[in-house]
Structures are given as structure tokens and as C-alpha cells.
């Protein structure tokens, strides 16, 4: 018991250190009630627009091997504008439902039609959409929540949860632009585990969104290099073999220009994502 409560504590102060201190990518734009209410988040408003250049994350499963080249983008967000991330205590005292929104609102300073104020709105609603069949999904407001349902959903019997986040590595300074990214190792697939990905939403405080399948995903370890091999991107990347129940406005099936519902759809993982693994 001693133990399970050590790795509990280590796997907190471990995440809590990837979520403050590392420099948060993310495919969805933060928004803070310190940041200007004409901030242009549109996208935010839906799963991303084809223009947007983070949405080059998705690519097709047939792109998932040794030598093949993807058009990659990692966006970076200013640590200073980043939300702070709340203890379970601070944030169940906060109500978290779109009922609620008028006094959200007000509690934070935000306008309602500002920006920030429908991208609060469209956090509030994502996180009570219905699970599709055969999916789990939840969102969590700290990250003791987050833990706790990570745990409950994917390592109900054991606890034994596992974490893999993106890292960039770069001999000199990163760089945050498009760039053609390399596999320059066969993609190790992780066979036989429960996964949830878990994505930053823009709201006041750190929210994530997680939601997983319980068949279906294929994870892969990969790692790739720019072109000049002067930055390597290691981490998790994730192929949903059956998209036959997803939305057919989906972003992905815009972005990799194929038939909605039609084909497997890849993705890799923003480094401010957190991918949750069981056996």
C-alpha cells in the first residue's frame, strides 16, 4: 500500500512539472481572462479550420513507417499566458457546467460574446457531449481528477497507469514552423493496452478533455527528424482504425482529403497533450 501511494505521489509531481514548467504546445489555441478580448480564437470554435497550421497533426496510417516524410506542426504558447492549473480543492469549488455559464462568466471577467467567452462555452459543451459507442471520455478540472478518472477508466483493477507525453529535442534553438518530419525508426506499436489522450481545452484554469476507445486505437512509439536533422520529435502517436462513427465534418478527413468515415485516420500528440496507458 505504502508503495502504490509512493508511485501515486511520484506520478503527480511528475506531471505537474511536465504541465507548468515545460514549453506547452498545443493544437488548440489558451485563452486567458488576462489576454485581449479582440484576440482573433475562432478556431477554437470548431475542430480546427483547414488554414489553421496546427492541424498538421493528422496524417494516413499508410504514413506510419521507416523513411516516410509528413508536413509537421508544433504551435507554441507563451508560458506566461498559460492558465494555472488548479488543485481539486480550488477547482470543485468552482461549478463546471454550461448551466452555469452566466455566472462563469462573471466570476472570471469575460463578456459573453468576447472570444474567450465562447470558447468557454464550447469547452463547457465538448465536455458534456454523449459518448459515441464503444468510447470513454471525461474532463478533468485538476489534476487529481484527471489522475483519479484516468485510473478509474483505463486501470480500474490494478492503478497501474502509465504516462507518454511529445518531446522536441534541438541542438540549438527549436523552431515552431511547419517543417518536413522523418521517421528515422520503425514505429513501435504498443500492443495489448488501454490508452486515453487527454487535450488541453481553452478555458480560464487548465481543463483537459480526455476520451479514448475501448477498440480500435493503435499506439506507436515514434521518433522523427527535420529535414536539416537539427530537431527530433519523439513521443506517442495514435491511429483510430475505425472512423466509420465519427463526425463527417470532422477536421482530419479535410485535412488528409479523403472520404469522411471512409479510411483509418493518424494523429500525432501536441507536447501539452498527456497520453494515459494501461495494460
Known amino acids: 500500500m505504502a508503495s502504490l501511494r509512493f508511485f501515486v505521489t511520484f506520478l503527480t509531481i511528475l506531471f505537474l512539472f511536465s504541465l507548468v514548467v515545460v514549453e506547452a504546445h498545443t493544437s488548440r489555441k489558451l485563452i486567458s481572462n488576462k489576454e485581449q478580448e479582440g484576440q482573433n480564437v475562432s478556431h477554437l470554435l470548431k475542430d480546427g479550420e483547414f488554414e489553421d497550421p496546427s492541424m498538421y497533426m493528422f496524417f494516413n496510417f499508410n504514413d506510419l513507417k521507416l523513411g516516410a516524410k509528413l508536413l509537421v506542426y508544433f504551435n507554441k504558447n507563451e508560458l506566461r499566458t498559460l492558465p494555472p492549473l488548479l488543485t481539486r480543492q480550488e477547482a470543485d469549488l468552482i461549478p463546471f457546467t454550461k448551466s452555469k455559464l452566466d455566472f462563469l462568466l462573471n466570476h472570471f471577467s469575460i463578456s459573453k460574446d468576447s472570444p474567450q467567452g465562447k470558447a468557454m462555452k464550447e469547452t463547457l459543451v ?21 489522475l483519479d478518472l484516468a485510473k478509474k ?7 497501474d497507469v502509465k504516462v507518454m507525453t511529445t518531446k522536441v529535442i534541438a541542438q540549438n534553438t527549436r523552431s515552431y514552423a511547419l517543417h518536413n518530419y522523418t521517421f528515422v525508426e520503425t514505429p513501435k506499436e504498443l500492443v495489448g493496452i488501454k490508452m486515453l489522450g487527454c487535450h488541453r ?18 499506439v506507436f512509439e515514434v521518433s522523427l527528424v527535420t529535414d536539416d536533422g537539427r530537431q527530433r520529435v519523439v513521443g506517442p502517436a495514435v491511429c483510430h482504425m475505425n472512423t466509420s462513427m465519427w463526425n463527417a465534418d470532422h477536421v482530419a478527413f479535410k485535412v488528409l482529403k479523403i472520404e469522411p468515415r471512409s479510411a483509418p485516420v493518424c494523429h500525432f500528440f501536441p507536447l501539452d497533450n498527456i497520453v494515459w496507458l494501461a495494460n
Request: hydrophobic fraction near 25%; charged fraction near 20%.
Open 126 to 146: 465538448r465536455c458534456n457531449y454523449k459518448a459515441i459507442e464503444g468510447e470513454y471520455k471525461f474532463c478533468g478540472t485538476s489534476l487529481e481528477s484527471m
Open 153 to 159: 477508466t483505463i486501470a480500474p483493477y490494478n492503478d
Open 201 to 218: 481545452m481553452p478555458y480560464p484554469y487548465v481543463v483537459y478533455y480526455c476520451h479514448g476507445h475501448k477498440s480500435g486505437a493503435r
